[in-house]
C-alpha cells in the first residue's frame, strides 16, 4: 500500500516538473501568415447559441463547429473559425478534442446533398455495402436529372467510410456542378420522396405517411414560381424563353402531381435488418435536422478509434487548386456548408425542397447553359 502511494507522488512529482518546464500556452497565438489566408478568429463556447451569435458578428467568412470531448457526459464545445485555420491546426493534431470534430450545419444555411448510411454486420451477414452505395448514387444521379436537369455520376460524390468489424458506416457527400440545396431541411425532404418505395417496405406505417403528406404536398403550378435574385422576386414566366430545358422539366414533374416516379423502382436492397429484429433504411434519415453536427472528415467518434477516411470504392478526385494540398481538397469538399451561393431559386410555398445555384451567367437570367 506505501508503495503505491510513494508511485503516485513520484508520478505527481515528475508530470509537475514537466509542466515547469513546458508550461501550456494560456493564450491563443495565432499561427496563418500566408498572404492567402483569412484573419485569425478563434473562439470556442459551452452553448452552440453563443458560437452563432459570436460568428454573426464576424467579418471573416467564419463557421460554427462542435468538438466533442472524452469525458462520460459527452460534453460539446463549439468553435468559430474559418475552414483555412481549422485545417491548419486539425491536420496537426493527433489525439485531441480536434480529432472528434463534427461541422454544424446551420438552420437555412444553403448545403450539398449528403447522406449517412449504417447497418450491422452481425445481423446481415449477406449485405453488400459497396452494391448499396453504387446502386443508390446511381438512383440519385437518375433522379436529379429526371426533376432537375443536373447531371452527377459517382465520380461527384465524395465517399467517406468509418466502418468497424461491428458497424457499416459511410458518409457520401453529393458535389453537383454550380448546385446546391436551399438548407438541409429541403435535402432531407428530397431524400425521403426519392426513397418512399424502399421506406414503405419497411411497413413503418408511421414513416411513410409522412412521406406521403410531403409528397401531396409538392403540388404546385408552374406560374407560382419565383426566383430571388439580389433581394428582388422575379416570375419565372418573364424569362421563359430563356430557361427552355429547365422550364420542361419542371412542367413533367408538376405535371405528375407528385414526385413519385410512374412505376416505383425496385429499392429492396436499401432496407437492412435491425438489431430488434425489424427492418430500416440502410439510409440514415435523422441526419436533416436544424443545426445538425456532422463528423469531419478524418474524425471519429469520441472514445472511438474509426475516422471518417477516403473509403476504398470513392471515385471522386479534387480538381488540382493553387495553394491547397490534396488533402486539405478532400477537408474542404466533405464540409456540408462549403458553398458560394448567389441565387436561390423557390417554386412555392408549399415546395418541400428546391435548389440553390451560383448565378454565374451576366447577362442571362436563366440560359439554357444553366443547369438547375
Known sequence: ??????????????????????????????????????????????????????????????????????????QRYYLVTTYTELWFYYNKEQKTSLMHCYEVIPEKAVCKLYFDLEF????????????????????????????????????DV???DSSTDEKFSHHLIFLLHKTAFKDNIHV????????????????????????????DSIVSQSSKATVEIDGTVVNLGAVKEASGNWQSNMHKTLENGT?????????SFLIVNDKEGGKQLVVD???????????????????????????????????????????????????VCNVSIILCVNFSEQQQFSLVLHKYMQ?????????I
Request: hydrophobic share 35%; proline share 5%; aromatic share 8%.
Open 120 to 155: 450491422y454486420k452481425s445481423v446481415n451477414p449477406g449485405a453488400d455495402g459497396k452494391k448499396m452505395i453504387a446502386k443508390l448514387i446511381e438512383l440519385v444521379s437518375k433522379k436529379l436529372e429526371e426533376l432537375y436537369g443536373v447531371k452527377c455520376s459517382v465520380e
Open 285 to 335: 434519415l435523422g441526419v436533416y435536422t436544424k443545426n445538425r453536427n456532422f463528423r469531419l472528415y478524418k474524425s471519429s467518434k469520441a472514445g472511438k478509434h474509426a475516422t471518417l477516411k477516403i473509403a476504398e470504392d470513392n471515385k471522386f478526385v479534387p480538381k488540382p487548386k493553387e495553394n491547397i494540398s490534396v488533402e486539405e481538397q478532400y477537408f474542404l469538399s466533405s464540409l
Open 1 to 74: 500500500m506505501k508503495r503505491k502511494w510513494e508511485e503516485r507522488l513520484k508520478n505527481v512529482d515528475e508530470l509537475a516538473s514537466r509542466y515547469k518546464r513546458k508550461p501550456l500556452c494560456p493564450v491563443y497565438r495565432p499561427q496563418l501568415s500566408k498572404p492567402w489566408q483569412p484573419c485569425s478568429v478563434w473562439n470556442l463556447f459551452r452553448r452552440q447559441a453563443q458560437a452563432f451569435n459570436y460568428a454573426k458578428t464576424c467579418k471573416e467568412d467564419v463557421h460554427v463547429f462542435a468538438l466533442e470531448t472524452n469525458t462520460e457526459d459527452g
Open 188 to 215: 432531407g425532404n428530397f431524400v425521403k420522396t426519392v426513397l418512399q418505395p424502399a421506406l414503405v417496405l419497411t411497413e413503418n406505417k408511421a414513416n411513410a405517411l409522412i412521406l406521403e403528406e410531403g409528397a
Open 259 to 267: 414526385l413519385q416516379q410512374k412505376e416505383n423502382p425496385n429499392l
Open 363 to 371: 447577362h442571362n437570367l436563366l440560359s439554357k447553359e444553366v443547369a
Open 158 to 160: 465524395l465517399n467517406l
